[in-house]
């Protein structure tokens, strides 16, 4: 599903934010990114979000190469890439439903729809009796899981987070640390940052460590 064959990426200022990765993840592997604040794990994200280009090497998603895909099929392929984010980034003047719904709209799904969707993936993290409520009216962790429906709304088969449970405690990371099992056990890839390394042993999944922008190992 996602192979990394010799990728760097340096920036025009001459910084190689990643140098020679190789690495392959299949469809349905849930797998951890791990490594030091500016070890690369936020630019290898990027990489599969086309936000940025290798610089060297190939990225095969599904076979295809993204270096050869055109300025004008990137936003289709990203409808296939869901993300979360650490601080959620929710817009607070819409609703829960209306943050959620957004990737359709601007996908241009007609409103039945994009009800459906959305109303199916509120179920899926918990949160389909807060539907009309304010984010602002969510605790930290309910906030999260609507950045999360938000990301498996329009239903990608690559799910990216990059340091998801950074703002939570203990108790609420392991929770959110289940959902992204249960989207990894219907067959989505799925490849979180974090620099919560208690929380990733406790897991016993795979692991992928970088260092200085280089792959230094994977265990599992």
Same mark, same amino acid.
């Given at each position: ?10 920036? =025009?200022?001459?910084?190689? &934010?990643?140098? $020679?990765?190789?690495?392959? @993840? /299949?469809?349905?592997? #849930? ?83 994009? =009800?459906?969707?959305?109303? &199916?993936?509120? $179920?899926?993290?918990?949160? @389909? /009796?807060?539907?009309? #409520? ?87």
């Amino acid at each position: 599903m996602i192979r990394f064959d010799g990728v760097s990426k340096r920036y =025009a200022e001459g910084y190689e &934010a990643l140098s $020679d990765i190789s690495l392959s @993840l /299949d469809a349905g592997e #849930l797998a951890f990114l791990t490594g030091h604040s500016g070890a690369g794990k936020s630019t290898l994200l990027k990489l599969i979000m086309l936000m940025e280009r290798p610089s060297r090497g190939q990225l095969l998603i599904n076979g295809k190469n993204l270096n050869r895909l055109h300025r004008s099929q990137i936003p289709h392929y990203r409808r296939r890439v869901g993300v979360v984010f650490q601080d959620h980034q929710l817009l607070f003047d819409r609703t829960v439903f209306d943050n959620v719904a957004l990737p359709l709209l601007v996908s241009g799904y007609q409103t039945r729809e994009i =009800a459906k969707r959305v109303r &199916a993936s509120l $179920d899926k993290v918990g949160l @389909l /009796d807060r539907e009309k #409520l304010n984010p602002m009216q969510l605790s930290g962790g309910e906030q999260q899981r609507v950045g999360i429906a938000r990301a498996v709304v329009h239903k990608p088969r690559i799910l990216l987070a990059d340091e998801p449970t950074g703002n939570l405690d203990p108790a609420l990371s392991e929770e959110i640390m289940g959902l992204f099992r249960e989207f990894r056990d219907v067959g989505v890839t799925v490849l979180i940052a974090t620099h919560d390394l208690a929380l990733v042993q406790s897991l016993g999944e795979r692991t992928l460590s970088l260092k200085e922008g280089r792959l230094m190992g994977s265990e599992s």
